[in-house]
Structure formats: C-alpha cells, structure tokens
C-alpha cells in the first residue's frame, strides 16, 4: 500500500503564503488527491481535491505534478484561523479493495 | 440539508463495558467510514459500509464491530473496553462505493472515555 508523508508541523504568520507538500510515491492511476482541515475535537472538513495539474477554489489551491507523486496545498494570506491540521488523502484501489489512507497530518501554527 | 449527525457526543465507560455508536449520513449518501483518533493522533480507518454491507476492515480486533441499516445509518459497537479505545471516533459519508472519489463528508465525533 501507497504511504502518504507530509510535515509533521509548520509555523506561519498572519497574510503569509503557506505551501504545504505531501508525497505519495505510489499513487494508483485512478486515485484523487484530497486534503481535509482538521480542528480540535471535530471532524475533518474538505478543502479541496485534484488529479492533476492545477484546482483552485474559493480557500486553497492544490498544484500536483505530471507524476502525480506528489502534491502541495496552497494556503493564500492565511490568518489567525487557519490554525488546525491539514491531511492529505490519496485513494487507493476501487471497488471493494478501496482503502482511503490518511497522512498523519501537519499541524499548521498561524501567529500574529 | 442535514449534514452528518454523530450520537452520543460524549461517553463514558469502565473497562469491560460495551459502547454502542450511531452515525447518520447525509440524505442519499449510502457509505459510512468510522474512523479512530486517539489523542494527538491521526486518523485510524476502522470499517466501510456501503448499501448495507461490510466492504472494508482497518486493523482492529474483532471486538470492534458494527453495521449498516436499511437507511444507511450506522452503528459501531466496541465490546470488552480498554483503556487505550478512549477516543474520538468519526463518522464519514460519501456517495457510494463507485463514485466515492474520496470526499468525505464527516459528523463532530463521539468522544468515548474509558476509565
């Protein structure tokens, strides 16, 4: 099975570009790219999801490369807020086989 | 539209007990993924449901368990407590078992405290 690797924790101010990396070596070909925000004590909560290149929403920004190998979240000008873990989620397999496999997570620290 | 719902939100049991857990997805939705996060830590898969049946297990002992009913909710059961079980466990819903691109739509969690 695929493992996903991200940070383990990232420090940033307030208006700053946060740039968060995961790698997921061994990707499956039909498998999406999904990154969740994550607040003490409540669920995660989707952010954004892509296969390839880039998607941009109203939040975030998710660049992934030809290889698929690896993605990075884009957080633009972020605030007090955004404080909270960030997951990357690679699906694996189809079917009956699926197994979602969550990265451990960055704990992403915004400071005044 | 009601989002994921997630009973009780707090529980607290001895060592020994059972605890029982209900989730109810989003209206159409007909997977369910209950998931455990221990203090600090991320998220460990437990089961998949999907139209009623068991389609995935996470590395847990069988006195984790649960299922699906005809209306897509669900209920995990934990039986024989341990202390280490104390944790939030999450509910997830997604579409189904053939369009689930990997958007999960998750509930506030059940905190279950075992003494």
């Known amino acids: 099975l695929a493992k996903t690797t991200q940070p383990i924790s990232m420090d940033s101010y307030e208006g700053q570009e946060v740039n968060i990396t995961c790698s997921h070596n061994n990707i499956a070909t039909n498998d999406y790219i999904t990154w969740y925000q994550q607040f003490p004590s409540q669920g995660p909560r989707f952010i954004i999801q892509g296969y390839k290149t880039k998607v941009t929403n109203e939040v975030a920004s998710l660049f992934i490369p030809a290889d698929r190998k690896s993605s990075t979240l884009s957080l633009p000008r972020v605030s007090l807020s955004d404080t909270a873990v960030y997951y990357c989620?690679?699906?694996?397999?189809?079917?009956?086989?699926?197994?979602?496999?969550w990265g451990l997570g960055t704990s992403l620290a915004v400071n005044p | 539209e009601a989002g994921v719902t997630q009973s009780p939100t707090h529980l607290i049991k001895t060592r020994g007990q059972q605890a029982t857990l209900r989730c109810s997805p989003i209206s159409g939705h007909t997977s369910v993924y209950w998931y455990q996060q221990a203090l600090g830590l991320g998220l460990q898969f437990l089961l998949w449901y999907d139209e009623g049946e068991e389609r995935n297990r996470g590395n847990f002992p069988p006195r984790f368990s649960g299922r699906q009913f005809p209306n897509y909710s669900s209920e995990l059961n934990v039986n024989a407590l341990e202390l280490e079980d104390s944790a939030l466990y999450l509910c997830a819903s997604s579409t189904g078992a053939d369009s689930d691109t990997g958007e999960l739509f998750f509930g506030e969690g059940s905190r279950l405290t075992v003494l």
């Open positions: 989620l690679v699906g694996l397999g189809a079917g009956n086989n699926r197994k979602l496999i």
